[in-house]
């Protein structure tokens, strides 16, 4: 039986174990910090969410598929909505008739379609996937 949790303290540890009557176990722990992975809180300085991203849309612009991953947790899914449609009119996918599953960003919520979060899911997985930028509810 494999038991796996990412973000359990040692109480928790302990906890988990007891309750499943785990005994003579192998505890493998590893450091969460990964050099490649950055995790920053920003609260915004204006309600305007078109000025306030303008840098990742800049960068999304010029770098296209080569721009870093990032995912912008929204705490409501009208935020996820706006800045969805900030990157679509930033570049141009509506006008230029781009794909939803082409596009360098995407949006994921508990809204989205099972298909469509399978497809976000890859693309955000894979080193070379399309997509870049992830809105998601938390």
């Known amino acids: 039986m494999g038991v796996f949790t ?17 005994n003579n176990l192998a505890i493998i722990t590893v450091t969460p910090n ?9 609260r915004l300085s204006s309600p305007d969410v ?5 840098w990742l849309l800049t960068k ?8 870093p991953k990032v995912i912008v947790y929204c705490q409501r899914l009208s935020d996820c909505s ?12 509506r006008e230029n008739d781009i794909a939803p599953k082409d596009r360098l ?8 379609d099972e298909e469509v979060k399978s497809h976000i899911e890859r693309s955000f997985g894979q ?6 930028v992830l809105f998601a509810t938390g």
């Open 6 to 22: 990412a973000t359990a303290t040692p109480e928790v540890r302990t906890t988990i174990c007891e309750n499943l009557a785990l």
């Open 34 to 42: 990964k050099p490649n992975i950055r995790y920053c809180v920003i």
């Open 50 to 54: 078109k000025t306030e991203f303008k």
């Open 60 to 67: 999304l612009q010029k770098e296209g598929k080569q721009a």
């Open 82 to 93: 706006n800045l969805y449609g900030v990157f679509e009119d930033g570049l141009e996918d």
């Open 105 to 112: 960003y995407a949006m994921y919520h508990s809204h989205t």
């Open 127 to 132: 080193k070379d996937g399309t997509v870049r």
